[in-house]
């Protein structure tokens, strides 16, 4: 059973402040990484992707991915409230009959307070 | 921006009956999904399809069935209802030859009174 682990939270951050979102999973093989944004009663919308070992920057966030370890997490700097959602890490299987499917973390909820 | 439809988007109806959750894209995708996903719980897969043609169950054993006659089009059905069934069903796509991300419908919310 492949496993993506988050930590549900809540994590509470003041506004402009750092926060740092962190996943592991248990697929050794897993090349895709994938982090989206779903606010309450909404679909998942895609906010990041990372391939490769190290950071991927696209403006307030950055992706963090450490292939090593299995571990990737998301940094969202200079956080708004508009920020507060629950945070999705998503791990694209490794390949065989499954590739292409992705599992999901149980998400871990942001709250950015003013 | 996606362009996945699902309708309806919101549904009550009754245990016993039939309805068919309907998801079209038109990316000319090949591949299509469906995720399961209760109120503040985790996004489980139910089943997916690579082409017309073609599904596999998910992850989570589930009662509905689908099918997937068009690219475009890959309905899910439940034959009788139960409020087992109750439960946010979202359906996504991704296109095998552009780095296979996923991207979601808005979703169709299912209570089964």
């Known amino acids: 059973q492949k496993e993506v682990e988050q930590n549900s939270g809540p994590l509470s951050v003041p506004e402009g402040a750092i926060a740092s979102l962190n996943c592991t999973y248990s697929d050794r093989g897993s090349q895709s990484f994938f982090w989206y944004r779903q606010y309450s009663g909404k679909s998942p919308e895609l906010i990041m992707s990372?391939?490769?070992?190290g950071d991927k920057e696209d403006g307030r966030f950055t992706a963090q991915l450490n292939k090593a370890s299995q571990y990737v997490s998301l940094l969202i700097r200079d956080s708004q409230p508009s920020d507060s959602a629950t945070y999705l890490c998503a791990v694209r299987d490794a390949g065989g009959t499954s590739y292409g499917k992705l599992t999901f973390g149980q998400g871990t909820i942001l709250t950015v307070h003013p | 921006e996606a362009d996945i439809y699902q309708t309806p988007r919101y549904l009550v109806i009754g245990t016993g009956k039939k309805i068919t959750l309907e998801c079209s894209q038109t990316m000319g995708h090949d591949k299509m999904y469906w995720y399961q996903q209760d109120p503040g719980m985790e996004l489980h897969l139910i089943h997916y399809?690579?082409?017309?043609?073609?599904?596999e169950k998910g992850d989570l054993s589930s009662e509905s069935t689908v099918s997937r006659i068009r690219t475009e089009h890959f309905p899910l059905t439940l034959e009788s209802a139960r409020p087992s069934h109750t439960s946010q069903y979202l359906c996504?796509?991704?296109?095998?030859?552009?780095?296979?991300?996923?991207?979601f419908g808005e979703g169709s919310w299912l209570t089964v009174v």
């Open positions: 399809s690579y082409g017309v043609n073609s599904t």
């Open positions: 990372i391939y490769s070992n």
């Open positions: 996504a796509s991704s296109d095998s030859h552009s780095g296979n991300t996923i991207y």
